[in-house]
């Protein structure tokens, strides 16, 4: 499903030398799985997620993704691609402000042109917000943005789900809410999770982890 080998990445610094974000990562994720990746903040934990969703293609060595060599496909091939296969949950929700709760789900399906896996009445029962359907973000609270986000990424039939914090700015018992909810969906669909978090009570949500340490992927 996704296959990483001897990734490295650096940034250009002003001063014309690198810092090397992480190096020499290997990593292997089969489908079905859902992985959590251990990474404090600022040691290119959305960098990561970027390279897997063919955002960020400036990286030394392979990534495959399903099946796919990521450096073999053209931008329009991997915008494409991205749009078939990968849903995000971003860390700040990235709601569009000026539509609707289920505007904002229904919209990737619009844009990416994927069937549907749930009905938007469906999804947003599943996530607990089907009575804020017609309700727009600025109406929302942090946690259940979060929930629209969870439902924006689980309506069409990507296979695989990266998200970034999924509990980044929830209190704890909203933080388990969120974390009890992506577990149940991803036990309905079947889909692929990699997870990024800095907290051991998220990661351990997850049936496999890795941790980032000396720049390295070391197996939890």
């Known amino acids: 499903m996704i296959e990483i080998k001897k990734l490295t990445k650096y940034f250009s610094l002003p001063n014309s030398s690198k810092l090397g974000i992480f190096e020499g990562l290997d990593i292997s994720i089969s489908s079905w799985q859902f992985v959590a990746v251990m990474w404090q903040s600022g040691q290119g934990k ?74 938007t009445d469906e999804i947003l029962t599943k996530v607990g917000l089907l009575s804020k359907k017609k309700s727009f973000p600025s109406e929302l609270s942090g946690w259940e943005k979060q929930r629209v986000a969870l439902a924006r ?21 909203n933080a388990i809410w969120v974390m009890e909810l992506l577990r149940q969906l991803w036990k309905d669909t079947s889909c692929t999770i990699i997870m990024i978090t800095h907290s051991d009570e998220v990661a351990s949500y997850a049936e496999l982890h890795y941790k980032l340490i000396d720049k390295k992927l070391i197996t939890q």
């Open 46 to 119: 959305t960098t990561l997620l970027n390279i897997l969703a063919g955002i960020d293609r400036d990286f030394i060595w392979e990534v495959h993704v399903l099946w796919k060599h990521l450096w073999a496909m053209s931008e329009s091939e991997i915008t494409t691609f991205r749009g078939k296969n990968i849903s995000y949950v971003f860390q700040e929700y990235n709601l569009i402000d000026s539509l609707t709760v289920e505007e904002n789900i229904e919209l990737v399906l619009d844009i990416n042109k994927i069937k549907r896996r749930y009905k």
């Open 153 to 173: 990424s689980f309506i069409g039939e990507t296979s695989i789900i990266l998200a970034d914090e999924p509990t980044w700015s929830l209190d704890s018992k």
